[in-house]
T-cell receptor, first 116, second 113 residues
Framework: DAGVIQSPRHEVTEMGQEVTLRCKPISGHNSLFWYRQTMMRGLELLIYFNNNVPIDDSGMPEDRFSAKMPNASFSTLKIQPSEPRDSAVYFC??????????????FGPGTRLTVT | GENVEQHPSTLSVQEGDSAVIKCTYSDSASNYFPWYKQELGKRPQLIIDIRSNVGEKKDQRIAVTLNKTAKHFSLHITETQPEDSAVYFCAASRTNTGNQFYFGTGTSLTVIP
């Protein structure tokens, strides 16, 4: 397996623009997590899905952020409109899922977002 | 919810010495404790984990200990090497309620050759 795939790897956009980050989890994994990493706040969980269903989105900073998982092999994180304070590295991670006995989360390479 | 605290935030050791990173957690129902290593510009990767039914686990030069009563766990790296330089994150999770990880704030380890 190629591991968790994220695109784009780098994104530079202007304030006010819409940004869409994409993630393909490892095949067979049932849980998917979106994290944001900054120097100031460390690794923050934004939202996670089990079997394509959002379970906890309490980490989503505000209504400008939204996430979807239309099927088991694809998820998006959208920011609209983007602001400079959204600049960060966004990681997607996947795991086998609760109840499987395997709990490791595998991280993708991340998307480095810069909002000017 | 769970609160994980991690200390120290930075750590410098001489090559060959040991390094210890400590974490505490607040939710007594947490039962899975992974440690991730993140090299500069790279993704976090699991290096070792421990479950609540075990007090200690070793894998070559790294070991993790867990004290459920005190709600703290530690990462021990022996015979440190320059390639151990990275940021290390601890986490706690309740695997029976979704496997959500609560991460510590990270420890930047520098191994001085």
């Amino acid at each position: 397996d190629a591991g968790v795939i994220q695109s784009p790897r780098h994104e530079v956009t202007e304030m006010g623009q819409e940004v869409t980050l994409r993630c393909k989890p490892i095949s067979g994994h049932n849980s998917l997590f979106w994290y944001r990493q900054t120097m100031m706040r460390g690794l923050e969980l934004l939202i996670y899905f089990n079997n394509n269903v959002p379970i906890d989105d309490s980490g989503m900073p505000e209504d400008r952020f939204s996430a979807k998982m239309p099927n088991a092999s694809f998820s998006t994180l959208k920011i609209q409109p983007s602001e400079p304070r959204d600049s960060a590295v966004y990681f997607c991670a996947s795991s086998m899922g609760a109840g499987t006995g395997e709990y490791e989360q595998y991280f993708g390479p991340g998307t480095r977002l810069t909002v000017t | 919810g769970e609160n994980v605290e991690q200390h120290p935030s930075t750590l410098s050791v001489q090559e060959g010495d040991s390094a210890v990173i400590k974490c505490t957690y607040s939710d007594s129902a947490s039962n899975y404790f992974p440690w991730y290593k993140q090299e500069l510009g790279k993704r976090p990767q699991l290096i070792i984990d421990i479950r609540s039914n075990v007090g200690e686990k070793k894998d070559q030069r790294i070991a993790v200990t867990l004290n459920k009563t005190a709600k703290h766990f530690s990462l021990h790296i022996t015979e440190t090497q320059p390639e151990d330089s990275a940021v290390y994150f601890c986490a706690a999770s309740r695997t029976n309620t979704g496997n959500q990880f609560y991460f510590g704030t990270g420890t930047s380890l520098t191994v001085i050759p």
